[in-house]
């Protein structure tokens, strides 16, 4: 019978395993585990992302489906659940684990990120824009590019589509702090002066390229770029 404190060990272990080849020794692992602690949420969780990352669609499910008959209302089930079917493309059934998975949990910054993702996808941009805003929010302190530059996208398709000024110097705001967060990520840069150049901004497109002058070795007679968006 295998100890509570012998299980954390071979978790542990077992969660060192990454390479797809070792796929079946990780699976082996974690199914002598389950024999002993049949109910471990923890140990199907495993089970179905090392399935999953074999292309074991039906086993990986199975086995979250599994865990959430144990705990329904645990959040990281709800979301890995979302995960799942947002990768079968099954958005529909995706946003509802999302939004359960939000529900239990209303600091789960990453399931308002995966919203965001499916509703920029689905083209329901206002949507996206209210995710994206409540994750950022959630998490100030982390200055996560990624995540506000895609805000910062959603803000100007919206702006730029309906003539929304207010969206649009959002926009402008959230790209500068990217800029800000990574000064030498010149995808930002780039993307504010794609967006200058889009208002008729020009004497602003062009003050931002001769700042980039000698950093990214930019040309500054042409300062038109193609719009990204």
Do not use: W
């Not at 705990?71 to 999302?98: H, K, V, W």
């Not at 995540?147 to 996208?153: G, V, Y």
């Not at 730029?160 to 995808?187: A, T």
């Amino acid at each position: 019978m295998t100890t509570k404190k012998q299980k954390k060990d071979i978790l542990s272990k077992v969660s060192e395993i990454n390479k797809i080849s070792e796929a079946e020794k990780k699976i082996e692992a974690l199914k002598l585990l389950e024999i002993d602690f049949p109910n471990d949420i923890v140990i199907k969780q495993a089970l179905s992302a090392t399935y999953f990352t074999k292309k074991e669609n039906t086993k990986a499910r199975a086995y979250l489906e599994e865990a959430l008959k144990l705990e329904p209302n645990n959040f990281s089930i709800n979301y890995n659940l979302g995960l799942f079917y947002q990768s079968m493309q099954n958005e529909e059934i995706a946003i509802e684990y999302f939004q359960k998975a939000i529900k239990l949990n209303k600091n789960l910054t990453e399931g308002y990120n995966a919203l965001g993702d499916i509703y920029t996808n689905n083209g329901n941009i206002e949507e996206a824009i209210t995710a994206y805003k409540k994750s950022i929010n959630l998490n100030k302190s982390k200055k996560d590019t990624k995540i506000i530059s895609r805000l910062a996208i959603n803000l100007f398709n919206n702006g730029f589509k309906n003539k929304n000024e207010i969206n649009i110097n959002e926009s402008i705001s959230y790209f500068k702090l990217c800029h800000e967060i990574e000064p030498m990520n010149s995808l930002f840069g780039f993307t504010l002066v794609n967006i200058y150049n889009a208002l008729g901004m020009k004497s602003e497109a062009l003050k931002l390229l001769k700042k980039f002058q000698g950093v990214f070795a930019i040309d500054t007679k042409e300062s038109k770029v193609d719009i990204i968006f």
